[in-house]
Structures are given as C-alpha cells and as structure tokens.
C-alpha cells in the first residue's frame, strides 16, 4: 500500500512525500508585497511536500482583500523570489496559487475605485477585508460589481498568464489556478453567479468556457505539468450556487483530462466545513468526479481538501484514492505537521483570532517539535 509519506511526482514537480500545505489567506502582505515575516512563515513548513501559497492575485482588479500579496508588482515578484528560495534551501517544493477574486472585492481595493467586475452584475453579498482610511483593518461588505464586457474577458485571461509568467520568474515551481471558492472562474462555472447569455453562459459548455481558457493560457505561458487548479464542486463560499453540480464538474473534469495537468485539487463539500454539504438536491460524488477524470485520460495528481487528519488522510493514500492531501488549519498552528504525523506527535490547537491579519503572534511563532524540546 502506498503511503503518505512515499514520493510522488505531480506531474513534472517531484515531491518528497504526499502531505501538501493548502493555499490559506493570511493578510500579512502590506501594499501586496511579501516580506520577512512571509519568508519565514513558508520556510517553516517546507518540510510539506507541496505547498501551495496564499492566494495570489494576477491583477489589481483581481484583489479581494487588503494585505495579501500579488504577482502584478515588480517588488512583489522580489519579495516572493525570497521565499521560495527560503523554501528551496530547506529542500522543499513551492507552487503560487494564481487568483482572481471577480465579484468578492470592494471598490477602495479596485484601480480608480471602480466596482468588481464579474460574469453578471449579481453581489456576492459577503465580506471582505479592507484598511480604512486610519490605517486599522476590518471586514466590509462585497461592493456591488459590473458584469464583465465580451471584450473584457481575454485581457483577464491574458492576466492569469502574465501571473504564471512572473510566477515562474520568481521561482516557483509551478501554479495552482483558483477556480474555487466563489471567486472568478467558480463564478463563470455556475449558475447562481453567471446569468450570460453569449458564448459564456447558458449551457455548462459555455460556462466552462472562461475556465478552460484560463487553464490552456496558463499551461501555453509556463507548461501544463507546472499547473494545477483547484476546485469545489459544491461549497457555498462567498454566495456561490450551482443547480446540477455534478453535471458541470464532471464535464470540466472531463475537459481537463485533455490538458496534461500537474495536479487537480478538489474541495470536499463547504470549505471548511462540512465535507457532506448537498448543493443541487443531491450528494455529491467525488469518486465520479475521479472516476471521470481518469476514464477521460487525466493523469494529473488527484488532491483533496476539508477536514482530513492522518488517519483519514493515510486511508485515502492506502486505498489509491488520492495521490495527496492538502492540510489546511493543522499547518497554521503546525509548522513541521509531517513530523508531527510521522512520530505520532501531539498537535498545537490553532489561534482562530490570529488567523487574519496582524504579525508574528498565529504566524511565525507556533513552537515545532525541535524547539518544544529545547
């Protein structure tokens, strides 16, 4: 049986073991730039054996939050070749998680404080994290957005291509596509964000339209075995809806098989939540979804997300499920979780009043093992 803790190869990124850290938004990147406190958050945990960075906005237009980092700037390219040159010294591998956040802005984060643009004018109605005018943070509601013009959609696509570019110049290894969460491309996928009646919307073809015309930009700029996406069939994150879930998912999947990917990433039922979540009045089946994938010919990595510990993630690894487990909340309090899960090690309780924003305290300081010994 293969273990989790065995190599794996995601396409052309060989991993030491099969425990990856997930994409986590922190807000610890002022003016988008990462920093000295980013370097050494990431270099803690390269023991990981993927991990996939915050989300990393292609574009001013695509950011969401105050504080996270980009790859539209040329500081924050510099900032970033740091960390993963942190994280490649320690002898660990690291992806970027290239993301557009559509509609789940706010105008004082958009270039000239213009609305968020989005498949159709329909608010996310959620929140987000901006810096007031005093310098403080703090949760707003979603701006209201504007639908995206038929002229407009390739330069966002062009967008996600320069983020892979500059991805690579600052020495990744690869990119994560966002297509999860209610954010751009969920947004286009599914029916409760995307009303269009052109050659994006209407039927799941064209509403996979966006979707896989970011993938196929991405994979000409960078390689299609340095580029992964990530998806979630039915999470309710950020106001997102879908009436025939597995329809639309299975038909991406099925598309995607064709492309030669690194790894596809799926979010197990509400992120963060419950992984048996029910969208379209019936439940989700990730082993179609798989099962797809493959049959179409898909060789990427097959990556799962929500609620995994070590007993279910090995099970999953065992069973030849999945290729790897994506560990989101135990690597914020858990810098060195491969450790922790190879001895059988007990687990820091992570802080959740530090999970956004501030410094070093829910950050940089939770103790390892090496350390708790000292």
Do not use: C
Not at 176 to 193: M, P, R, S, V, W
Not at 271 to 299: C, H, I, M, S
Not at 336 to 363: I, M, Q, S
Request: proline share 6%.
């Amino acid at each position: 049986m293969t273990s989790l803790f065995e190599p794996v190869k995601f396409g052309d990124i060989e991993l030491k073991n099969r425990v990856v850290m997930a994409p986590l938004t922190r807000n610890r990147s002022p003016k988008a730039i990462p920093n000295d406190l980013n370097i050494a958050y990431y270099e803690q945990r390269a023991s990981a054996g993927l991990i996939i960075t915050e989300g990393t906005p292609v574009s001013q237009q695509g950011q969401g939050y105050a504080d996270v980092p980009g790859l539209y700037l040329a500081p924050a390219i510099d900032g970033w070749k740091k960390v993963t040159e942190a994280v490649h010294k320690k002898g660990g591998k690291i992806v970027t998680q290239i993301w557009h956040v559509g509609r789940v802005s706010h105008t004082s984060l958009q270039p000239n404080e213009g609305a968020p643009v989005a498949p159709s004018a329909l608010g996310a109605k959620g929140k987000t994290y901006i810096i007031n005018p005093d310098g403080s943070g703090a949760f707003a509601d979603t701006s209201e957005p504007r639908a995206l013009e038929l002229s407009e959609i390739p330069g966002v696509v062009a967008d996600f291509a320069a983020g892979a570019k500059a991805a690579i110049e600052a020495g990744f290894d690869g990119v994560e596509i966002h297509g999860a969460n209610g954010y751009l491309i969920d947004q286009f996928l599914k029916t409760g964000a995307n009303l269009r009646e052109d050659e994006y919307g209407g039927s799941v073809e064209n509403r996979a339209r966006f979707a896989l015309e970011v993938v196929d930009a991405v994979a000409a700029a960078i390689g299609s075995g340095r580029v992964g996406i990530r998806l979630s069939p039915v999470t309710p994150a950020n106001n997102i809806t879908e009436d025939a879930p597995q329809t639309v998912f299975d038909y991406l999947v099925k598309e995607l098989a064709t492309r030669n990917l690194s790894f596809i990433h799926v979010i197990e039922g509400a992120t963060g939540g419950d992984r048996d979540y029910v969208q379209g009045g019936k439940p989700f089946d990730y082993q179609e979804l798989k099962d797809t994938y493959r049959n179409a010919g898909g060789t990427g990595a097959w990556v799962v997300n929500n609620g995994y510990e070590k007993d279910t993630a090995e099970k999953a690894v065992a069973s030849g499920y999945v290729d790897g487990v994506a560990f989101g909340k135990l690597f914020i309090a858990n810098p060195d979780l491969v450790e922790r899960f190879k001895t059988n090690a007990p687990l820091n309780e992570p802080d959740k009043n530090t999970f956004y924003g501030g410094g070093a305290k829910g950050y940089t300081d939770y103790p390892s093992l090496e350390s708790a010994e000292a």
